[in-house]
């Protein structure tokens, strides 16, 4: 029999499941679509708990929180497949990403407070993160808000990741670095004001270009640091 604790654990993805599958079904989105994206929700949150178990983690308060993040992502990666809701329900696809920002502050919060930092946990709040950058990328070009150089503020994490194949100091851990989180939440606002009524236009299109120049400033600056500090982390691998 399953505690009562983890089955409360459970709610906390199912919650938000339901909270974006009733927003979206407000929009003009297609039932089959929505359909679509619950299950394919429902499977990537049951992914997340066997990928625990092969790991020997268990999964508490603050992964459940990302877990209903992913859900939420989940579900607007699926109304990709129809982009006039990006275009036409601005406001509702901006709220369900405003709402998986703030839950990036509840995980962060409940992993310190309950003492459940992991570098599991770290990884999977890292990778929601990323998804929810690049299902906005896509949201936005694919509604024809901006054109295609705006996947560059998605694509980036994972150019960075491709070359450190190559590059084996690009892989060595960083410090922690307030200006890298501020980037990020600026990188998604960015997002949400061009999908919002807000503004669009030439307007929205700087909005973004600013928060391109961020990201590649907080990349530089990073990839200077690893570039500097590379001989001392692995001095027997040489230069490359």
């Known amino acids: 029999m399953p505690r009562a604790v983890d089955v409360w654990q459970w709610l906390v993805p199912v919650v938000g499941l339901s909270i974006g599958a009733v927003a979206l079904g407000w929009t003009d989105l297609n039932a089959s679509t929505l359909v679509s994206g619950v299950l394919t929700a429902a499977v990537l949150v049951l992914g997340v708990d066997i990928a625990a178990s092969l790991n020997s983690r268990s999964i508490g308060w603050a992964s459940r929180v990302t877990q209903a993040r992913l859900a939420l992502v989940a579900l607007l990666a699926a109304a990709l497949v129809e982009p006039a809701v990006y275009r036409d329900a601005g406001w509702i696809v901006a709220g369900l990403a405003l709402f998986a920002l703030v839950l990036d502050g ?10 459940e930092c992991s570098s599991f946990g770290a990884r999977f709040d890292m990778e929601v993160d990323a998804a929810l950058i690049m299902v906005l990328c896509l949201g936005v070009m694919a509604a024809g808000l901006a054109g295609p150089w705006v996947l560059l503020l998605g694509l980036m994490r994972y150019l960075f990741l491709m070359a450190g194949r190559w590059l ?11 200006r890298r989180k501020m980037v ?11 999908i919002s009524p807000l503004m669009h236009g030439d ?9 391109l120049a961020g990201l590649v400033y907080s990349f530089a600056v990073d990839v200077w640091w690893l570039y500097r500090n590379r001989l001392d982390s692995c001095p027997q691998r040489g230069l490359l």
């Open 106 to 115: 509840v995980d962060g919060f409940l992993a310190r407070r309950l003492d």
């Open 203 to 211: 307007a929205a299109g700087l909005i973004l270009i600013s928060a």
């Open 168 to 178: 084996y100091w690009l892989n060595e851990p960083l410090p922690e670095s307030f």
């Open 184 to 194: 990020c939440v600026w990188q998604v606002a960015a997002l949400l004001v061009a």
